[in-house]
């Protein structure tokens, strides 16, 4: 009889085991490429969804104090940069600005009267000079008459008394000439010290005048609105805010771990809460925060106190937004986001000494202020000087005086200018 045969396996277990196989090879192959992908890609990305939206938060605050007399934009309106927002009260303004104006017109006429003093003591002065060279040849003569006899010494001495006078006449007449034009000398009307100094009271009120009306220095929507009509106000105080959406950014908090191959300008892509997976922001990293969320808080953690438990800390990362994909799908301040950083490209220093050479916000609605207060002032001065020659006519009117044309004391007697001692 011939050996037994061995059955075959059943045909079940045979597939049980072709199928475990295929199973194990499948999860297999697919943890490999998870490892590849994890290596080539996922390692070099860190994401967390303790993100959120930031941004400017512009406060309106006024300059001066005043009654509020209108409110121009309520919250969650839209404003553009240099829209009036609230209006005070211009009633004190007004008056004030109106008395300087007056000043620096009175001011202007006084300096135009120092002008034409100076020509007119100018005048003086040749005249005294003319009366010294008479009275010097009267006595000149009348000295050497004296020897003869043909004039007594009465008469003689009535010349010396009439040339000690005109040489008294004439230095009290040059001391004048140069007492006045010590307040206008190398000076005109437009720059006149009394003149700037007025005019420095027109651009004040001028300015005063005009901080009445406080503008919206960025464009925005409005937020926070605290004021009320007829409200008094004082420099400082909160009005409203103005938030700038297309200024915004997102701070993302990342674990101490995650930081340490991260770089500014690495690529970041965001999803907002709001929109969900659906839009996707593509964004940079822009700056790291200088410490840590709890370094900074209110109440800072105290480790030195005993009951310290260590966690994890997390800092702030800027990421900037794509401008254009900002403006086709806008956020708010405060709004959940989820970041992804690309940290493939981490070379260079972790924390650059970036330098801001340029500024990072400005305006310009304070500013336009200065030239009309400047134009102001320039038309009260050409308002009340009768042509723009006037202040050379005064100039050329009133020369300097040479050394040579002054009266000079040497030793008790009087010199005329051209004349030798007698």
Do not use: C
């Amino acid at each position: 009889m011939s050996n037994a045969t061995q059955a075959p396996p059943p045909i079940g277990a045979s597939r049980r085991k072709r199928w475990l196989a295929i199973a194990i090879g499948t999860f297999a192959a697919l943890g490999i490429a998870y490892g590849i992908y994890w290596a080539v890609a996922l390692r070099h990305v860190q994401s967390t969804d303790d993100a959120y939206v930031n941004g400017n938060v512009v406060q309106i605050t006024p300059q001066i104090s005043g009654t509020v007399t209108n409110v121009g934009a309520d919250d969650t309106r839209f404003v553009t940069a240099g829209q009036t927002l609230v209006v005070l009260d211009q009633s004190d303004a007004k008056v004030a600005l109106d008395q300087a104006e007056a000043q620096l017109a009175r001011t202007v006429r006084e300096v135009r009267n120092l002008f034409s003093t100076t020509a007119q003591l100018q005048a003086t002065v040749e005249i005294r000079q003319s009366d010294l060279s008479r009275a010097e040849d009267d006595l000149a003569r009348r000295q050497r008459l004296s020897g003869t006899g043909a004039i007594s010494g009465e008469e003689l001495q009535h010349a010396r008394d009439a040339y000690s006078g005109a040489k008294a006449a004439l230095l009290a007449a040059q001391q004048q000439l140069e007492a006045n034009r010590a307040r206008v000398d190398r000076t005109t009307v437009d720059n006149h010290p009394d003149v700037l100094n007025a005019a420095a009271h027109v651009r004040e009120a001028y300015l005063t005048f005009a901080r009445t009306s406080i503008p919206a220095p960025v464009s925005g929507f409005v937020a926070k609105r605290a004021v009320q009509l007829g409200q008094r106000v004082s420099p400082g105080a909160p009005l409203m805010a103005i938030v700038p959406l297309d200024q915004v950014w997102v701070d993302a908090n990342f674990k101490e771990p995650q930081l340490a191959d991260m770089r500014i300008g690495q690529p970041v892509k965001l999803t907002a809460d709001i929109y969900g997976r659906r839009v996707e922001y593509h964004g940079k990293v822009v700056g790291f925060g200088a410490g840590t969320g709890s370094a900074f808080a209110v109440l800072p953690a105290q480790n030195a106190t005993g009951n310290w438990i260590k966690v994890v800390q997390r800092v702030p990362v800027r990421i900037a937004f794509d401008p254009q994909e900002l403006a086709a799908n806008p956020l708010q301040i405060g709004l959940s986001m989820e970041a992804e950083i690309d940290t493939h490209q981490h070379s260079g220093d972790r924390l650059p000494a970036l330098v801001q050479t340029v500024p990072a916000y400005t305006t310009e609605v304070y500013r336009s202020l200065d030239p009309l207060a400047d134009a102001r002032v320039k038309e009260i001065i050409a308002a009340n000087v009768p042509t723009s020659t006037h202040v050379a006519r005064d100039r050329a009117a009133t020369p300097e005086l040479h050394p040579d044309q002054l009266v000079k004391i040497d030793g008790g007697k009087g010199v005329a200018a051209g004349k030798k001692p007698l």
